[in-house]
């Protein structure tokens, strides 16, 4: 099995920053791509940001020049810097992450919690 676990929503001003964190642990082999997706009151959960095991990386428009996803293999953890935050980032953010356990011959996607990023004044 294998856990995601989210960090550092906030409630945060228009125009500021913040950087949310995800650690994958358990049985982990190898992870393939890992990103970030939100969902907004009454609407559907929609890709942020995504990153695959070589670096190469994925950007929604709306987010493109202000965000940026990173990753630490070595750590297996998945990073979303988010500058110049408007009020429609709002949002609960999901970790996602699409994993190769030990002794298994395929991969799994697994989810974390969520984590709740508020931006107003």
């Known amino acids: 099995q294998v856990q995601l676990a989210e960090s550092g929503g906030d409630l945060v001003q228009p125009g500021g920053s913040l950087r949310l964190s995800c650690a994958a642990s358990g049985s982990i082999f190898s992870i393939n791509d890992m990103g970030w997706y939100r969902q907004a009151p009454g609407k559907q959960r929609e890709l942020v940001a995504a990153?695959?095991?070589?670096?190469?990386?994925n950007y929604a428009d709306s987010v493109k020049g202000r965000f940026t996803i990173s990753r630490d293999n070595a750590k297996n953890t998945v990073y979303l810097q988010m500058n110049s935050l408007k009020p429609e980032d709002t949002a609960v953010y999901y970790c996602?992450?699409?994993?190769?356990?030990?002794?298994?011959?395929?991969?799994?996607?697994?989810w974390g919690q969520g984590t709740q990023v508020t931006v107003s004044s």
């Open positions: 996602h992450a699409d994993v190769a356990s030990y002794g298994s011959s395929w991969s799994v996607d697994y």
């Open positions: 990153i695959t095991s070589g670096g190469r990386t």
